[in-house]
């Protein structure tokens, strides 16, 4: 056992969590159900989401079902039934449904991130101290960290500090070198929701060489859409996203034809696509979560899966051991999956440049034909690993 040098076994650990994003809001309402007390900081002033959406497979639901979350999840959320990918003629490369075994432990669904963080955080806003972030912290061994804040009242000490942070997290950069931290792939995207009444479709992926276009139905009616594009000049990073997407995508047909001529009303989120290099547990006192510990490519839609999971593995350890035991475990107890999962997730995102070359799209297109769509076959591998590690 590791000499905790602060805290009796009957001395609650003071803990601080930094940010209330899904592994954030995630975490604070695992503590309430096990009545551990926190303080919980986020930097922006209310809880409002840009519009779009998110895709939670399996282990997603599963986790949800540990907190308690995925009946109220199931209830605001579009379930899907099979993955489809085709070329952009619409011509279909490969099919595979979610009901087979091992991936159908539990429904997989899309919803609109708005809908997922009003579940999270129903009941918690009066616990967020919402326009505040940490201006400094100063750890010692084994013990607490003396932390300031933008607001003044909240300085003190805090036995464990949790940066769910997301993945430009500030913490990380002070005890890690963000700096080195953060790979950009030099994949500009953009999201977006759309009304399509009655659109029947099951999520669908329209592969070009390096171009994607993704549907994926929130509703009967609203499809969340994601695009992106290798782009090794930078001439999509800036400038007018609509007029990139209609530029990339005009030759899509199918329903990217329709979507791209509804641009006009809609708000369209561009992003990057970018990973932390390697997944990140702790330093000290400091324990990183969801993106702050492990961002990676959306590939296999682990981010809200990998946040949840961490959380629950997180608080259970600490329930069960001192401060300093539960950090180690949970390091150990995550390593496994979190590494598989980052590499999954990101090792044919690297690999993008490659597919400007006609013969290894091709190659790629063969391999889905042959396999089947590159996520269902990443759910399998996660389907067969061992389960939630609590
Ligand atoms: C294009 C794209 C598509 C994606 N699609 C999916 C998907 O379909 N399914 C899926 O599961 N995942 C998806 N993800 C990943 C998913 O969005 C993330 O994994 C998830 O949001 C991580 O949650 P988080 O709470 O760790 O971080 P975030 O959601 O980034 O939340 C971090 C919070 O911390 C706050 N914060 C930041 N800095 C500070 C500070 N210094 N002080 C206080 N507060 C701070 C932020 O304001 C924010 O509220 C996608 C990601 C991208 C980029």
């Not at 489809?84 to 449904?97: D, E, F, M, N």
């Not at 918690?124 to 972030?133: R, V």
């Not at 809609?266 to 990057?272: E, F, S």
């Amino acid at each position: 056992m590791t000499e905790n040098k602060t805290l009796s076994p009957l001395t609650p650990p003071r803990i601080l969590i930094s940010g209330a994003g899904i592994a954030g809001l995630a975490l604070a309402r695992r503590l309430d159900s096990m009545g551990i007390a926190y303080t919980l900081i986020e930097q922006r002033d209310s809880m409002q989401q840009s519009t779009s959406g998110i895709a939670l497979p399996f282990n997603a639901i599963k986790a949800l079902e540990v907190l308690g979350l995925d009946q109220a999840v199931l209830a605001s959320a579009h379930q899907v039934k099979e993955v489809v990918y085709c070329k952009p003629s619409g011509r279909i490369l490969s099919k595979a449904s979610l009901q087979q075994p091992p991936i159908n432990q539990a429904p997989y669904v899309a919803l609109q991130r708005s809908q997922l963080h009003q579940i999270l955080s129903k009941d918690l806003a009066q616990n967020i101290h919402f326009s505040t972030s940490l201006t400094d912290v100063k750890q010692s061994t084994n013990g607490p960290a003396t932390c300031t804040f933008t607001d003044s009242r909240l300085n003190g000490e805090f036995d464990l500090i949790v940066a769910a942070e997301g993945i430009n997290s500030p913490l990380r950069q002070q005890f890690c070198g963000q700096k080195d931290s953060i790979v950009d792939y030099q994949i500009p995207n953009w999201r977006f929701i759309v009304e399509m009444p009655d659109h029947g479709l099951q999520p669908t992926y329209m592969l070009g060489r390096t171009e994607l276009f993704m549907v994926y139905p929130v509703s009967p009616d609203t499809l969340y859409c994601y695009a992106h594009v290798y782009d090794e000049a930078g001439q999509y990073s800036t400038g007018d996203a609509k007029q990139h997407l209609m530029q990339i995508f005009s030759h899509f047909r199918g329903s990217a034809t329709e979507i791209l001529s509804k641009l006009d009303d809609i708000d369209v989120i561009p992003g990057r696509l970018r990973s932390v290099d390697k997944p990140y547990f702790s330093n000290g006192r400091v324990v990183y979560v969801g993106d702050a510990a492990n961002a990676c490519s959306p590939l296999l839609q682990q981010g809200a899966a990998a946040a949840f999971e961490d959380i629950i593995c997180l608080s259970t350890q600490l329930k069960k051991q001192g401060l300093d035991d539960a950090i180690t475990a949970y390091q150990q107890l995550r390593s496994d999956r979190i590494h598989w999962v980052h590499h999954a997730s990101d090792a044919p995102i690297a690999k993008m440049k490659m597919m400007q070359s006609p013969i290894a799209a091709f190659a790629r297109n063969t391999v889905i034909r042959l396999k089947g769509p590159i996520n269902v076959q990443g759910w399998r591998k996660l389907a067969q690993q061992d389960g939630l590690v609590v």
